[in-house]
């Protein structure tokens, strides 16, 4: 049976990264985000910047640079769940010319619960393992469950440029999700759930697909 390639899209706060890792590990395919290649890769210097520059402003790196790393990345697996990318239409072109996706998970959530989800994000500086101060708390304030490192908070969930990575996301991602609506393959998840039902319900419908 072949692996399932999968786009995972959904506003900033959405929980892309927290279902993209079950995912991931589930099926036994490659977590693909483009924010956490680009974080890596903060200070690279290229022709349009550096990708840290667009990042703390909340908007988004240009398509050259995001393209070259999905190209690459997705170059070097079977099966996939790509979690960030496309975030404009000209991505979702690109995407459509370098391999043929199986399943596009739309995570829905209401703009209101978006800001108390970034606001409240915290990361482990060390391993990147993600929590949020309410709705997710590490066992000991401050610190990571897995490795003990100190917990951050993003430069990018600061309250203005979340504000600005949600019309970023109106402007550029809506029409991504117009693209792919009549689309085989295209469901809408609802976000808004805690993350154990939200899980079931992406299992449940990857799950169906295959006849399994
Ligand atoms: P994204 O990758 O889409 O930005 P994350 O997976 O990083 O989203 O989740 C954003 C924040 O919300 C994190 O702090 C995470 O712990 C928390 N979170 C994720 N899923 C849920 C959920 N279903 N309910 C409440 N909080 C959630
Ligand atoms: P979130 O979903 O919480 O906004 P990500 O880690 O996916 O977080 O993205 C963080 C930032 O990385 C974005 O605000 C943007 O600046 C950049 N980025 C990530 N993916 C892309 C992409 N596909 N195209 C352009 N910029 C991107
Ligand atoms: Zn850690």
Redesign the pocket.
């Known amino acids: 049976m072949e692996l399932p390639k999968i786009v995972l899209l959904g506003p ?2 959405a929980g ?2 927290t279902q993209g890792g079950l995912i991931a590990e589930y099926f036994g395919i490659e977590h693909i ?4 290649a ?1 974080r890596i890769n903060r200070e690279l210097e290229t022709e349009q910047g550096t990708p840290g520059s ?2 703390d402003r ?4 240009p398509d050259a640079i ?1 393209n070259e790393i999905v190209e690459v990345e997705i170059g070097k697996v079977e099966g996939f769940v790509l ?5 404009n239409k000209e ?1 979702a072109e690109y995407l459509s010319t370098i391999t043929e996706i199986s399943n596009i998970m739309y995570l829905d959530v209401a703009e209101e619960e978006l800001i108390k989800r ?1 606001s409240g994000r915290r990361v482990c500086s060390e391993c990147g393992e993600n929590y949020h101060i309410e709705f997710h708390p590490p066992r000991l304030d401050g610190e990571c469950d897995l490795c003990g490192n100190k917990l951050i908070q993003r430069s ?1 969930d600061e309250a203005g440029t979340i504000l600005n ?1 949600l019309k970023v996301f109106s402007e550029h991602t809506k029409p991504v999700l117009e693209y792919y609506n009549n689309r085989e393959g295209f469901v809408r998840i609802e976000g808004r759930n805690n993350p154990d039902d939200v899980w079931e319900d992406i299992r449940n419908i990857l799950e169906m697909g295959d006849g399994k």
Do not use: A, H, S
């Open positions: 900033p706060g892309k990264g985000t483009t924010g956490g680009l667009f990042i909340g908007e988004l790196v995001v979690d960030g990318y496309p975030r991505q970034l990018d990575r």
